[in-house]
């Protein structure tokens, strides 16, 4: 199986801004669609953005020219840089990579999730 795990999220002021880290490790053949998703409180988890392995990306319209998602091959990893970040960012963030194992077809994988509090 593939392990996902992610780091980077805080607390931040309005304006402020984070960079969210996904590695994954594990038996991994290949590494294909990355994204990042986030969930409020009550409400339906959200793509927030994702990266082909082309590195073809597509953004939430609310996240559209604050956000930047970008990826590192050769470390297994993706990235999420958050700038001018605002209360209604805040959410619970997760990595989520489809990729192939030794022993898998090719099967979705999620991380932990790690917060995001945008407060003043």
């Known amino acids: 199986q593939v392990q996902l795990v992610e780091s980077g999220g805080g607390l931040v002021q309005p304006g402020g801004s984070l960079r969210l880290s996904c590695k994954a490790s594990?038996?991994?053949?290949?590494?294909?669609?990355m994204g990042w998703y986030r969930q409020n409180p009550g409400a339906q988890r959200e793509l927030v953005a994702s990266?082909?392995?082309?590195?073809?990306?597509n953004y939430a319209d609310s996240v559209k020219g604050r956000f930047t998602i970008s990826r590192d091959n050769a470390k297994n990893t993706v990235y999420l840089q958050m700038n001018v970040l605002k209360p209604e960012d805040t959410a619970v963030y997760l990595c989520?990579?489809?990729?192939?194992?030794?022993?898998?077809?090719?099967?979705?994988?999620w991380g932990q999730g790690t917060q995001v509090t945008v407060s003043s």
């Open positions: 989520n990579v489809r990729g192939s194992t030794y022993y898998t077809v090719p099967t979705d994988y």
């Open positions: 594990g038996s991994i053949l290949r590494l294909f669609a």
């Open positions: 990266i082909t392995s082309g590195g073809s990306t």
